[in-house]
């Protein structure tokens, strides 16, 4: 909603009446009228059905609060996130590695190819139910699967990337003799930048995906775990409320911090696709 | 590495038995070959030394994939799924296509949705598919649903951005001209949509796909995913591997031989079709 604001260069107004236009714009957007009839809905069907198993929404929020007032909620996040971190981190390598390589060779290209176009295709599933059968509890466990699912994202971005770069800039470096460190500094680095953000921002949700199913099946800690404790016992509430948290604090990841910086980063570029 | 044989400039010999000699001869000289190589005599060495009985060679990956494809387990537990699958997605398509057409066309609809598009798009399928389990049972009631919720915001999202990019020149163009209302559908509208639509549908079907999974996991007493509970449950790697193996075969049959072309086909008026790999 920030770049609302930020966006019309042709309206010259006072940052005040731009605050209150984006506060008018904010407090009567539509999206409250839609957030109120979902909850309605849920309301009337919880008190329709009138069983256990679909709480009314009172209930999973009282639930929501009680995990994130108790703490739970951050203890669970640090022990998912530092899967996540150290996971992703190979993968991002991987990725780098391959889609470079991919990117800059042919050869490379015909090598890889279906490799990555069959890692992209297999499920997470599968490669969390190895990976906990394969490494049981041990952080191997969840980096293993992280890396097999999310490296094909980071490869196929960087890919495109590498060539994208304009081999004419790159001819004209070489004709007038541009120094190699002004060369990867002022051309390959900022034509490659906005890849790099697009697969790190997809590879990342998928990380975070592929995570939460090792915690599900074999972990004693982390938000995937905790939401399959509440499935073992039949507490719909508990995982509502886990799994709105799971969303929250995906979409604040994701569009509080890596679409604005993949923005910022791609902004000389003419368009950047922008997918919502 | 002289095994280039890849078509990329063939010279073009002019009877059909020289051009089928040559494209054979691009498939099976082809690079890709060293890399499956590569790979299996790692992985078989890899196993033979490890030599524990949960880590499986490849021989045993594909000899245990071959059963399943040869006793017809495989071909009986997909039909199962697939009806699943064709018939949520089904329901995901309409429900989505209806949206996307919401909030493409105007504003309000746009705000209204957006939140719940955006949080659908970020929600891992596991929840879609335990809580569906959970309140639904084990009947055909709970993958339709977890299919429906986990893959119409996806058909939305792409749908949303076809409908914004038909061409509003155009459109008041026939206005002015008073082309009639069937004529400005059939020969602006649905063209300029289509392509959007196959996209929709190759992106939400693959999700489709792995959700039913999913709830088959759970909770199912059949299916692609049941069966890889059971050989995760009894310890069996070999099973799970040989299950992942043939569920990406199919994916890859559907979307490269099916869906792919499909799109290609219907978009290649189209000036740039993204291509990712």
Known sequence: ?276 | MSLVADTSVPASPSTWAGQLAESLRGVFLHRRWITFLVIGVVWQVTAMIANIGLFPTPATVIAVSWQYVITGLFFSELGISMIRIILGFSAALLLGTIVGILMGSWRFWDEFFQDFVILGLSMPALIYALLCVMVFGLGLTAPVMAIILGAYPFVAVNIREGVKSIDKELLDMSHVYAVDRWRLVRQLILPSLLPFILAAIRVGFTVAWKISVLTEVFGGDSGIGYQIRVDFASFKMRGVLAWGILFGMVMLTIEYGLLLPAERHFARWRAKVKEVI
């Open chain 1, 1 to 276: 909603m920030e770049a609302m604001i930020a966006t019309p260069m042709s309206t010259p107004l006072g940052w005040s009446s731009r605050l209150g236009q984006f506060l008018k714009r904010f407090i009567f957007s539509p999206r409250w009228l839609a957030i109120l009839v979902a909850l309605v809905i849920w309301q009337l069907y919880a008190d329709y059905r009138d069983t256990r198993l679909i709480p009314a929404p009172s209930r999973v929020f009282t639930e929501l609060y009680g995990i994130v007032a108790s703490g739970l909620f951050f203890t669970e996040l640090a022990a998912s996130m530092y899967r996540i971190v150290v996971g992703f981190g190979v993968a991002l390598l991987v990725g780098l590695l391959v889609g470079i390589l991919m990117g800059s060779r042919d050869s490379w290209n015909d090598y890889l190819k279906d490799l990555v176009t069959f890692g992209l295709a297999m499920p997470g599933l599968i490669y969390a139910l190895v990976a906990v059968l394969f490494f049981g509890l041990s952080l191997w466990a969840p980096v293993t699967a992280i890396l097999a699912t999310s490296y094909p994202f980071v490869a196929v971005n960087i890919r495109e990337g590498v060539k994208a770069i304009s081999k004419e800039l790159l001819d004209m470096g070489r004709v007038y003799q541009v120094k190699r460190s002004k060369v990867v500094l002022q051309i390959i680095l900022p034509s490659l930048l906005p890849f790099v953000l697009a697969g790190f921002r997809l590879g990342f949700a998928i990380a975070w995906k592929v995570s939460t199913l090792v915690e599900v099946f074999g972990a004693v800690n982390g938000i995937g775990w905790q939401i399959r404790g509440s499935f073992d016992e039949f507490s719909v509430h508990g995982m509502l409320a886990w799994a709105l948290l799971f969303g929250l604090v995906m979409l604040f990841i994701e569009y509080g911090l890596l679409l604005p910086i993949e923005r910022y980063f791609g902004r000389w570029r003419p368009k950047v696709k922008q997918v919502m």
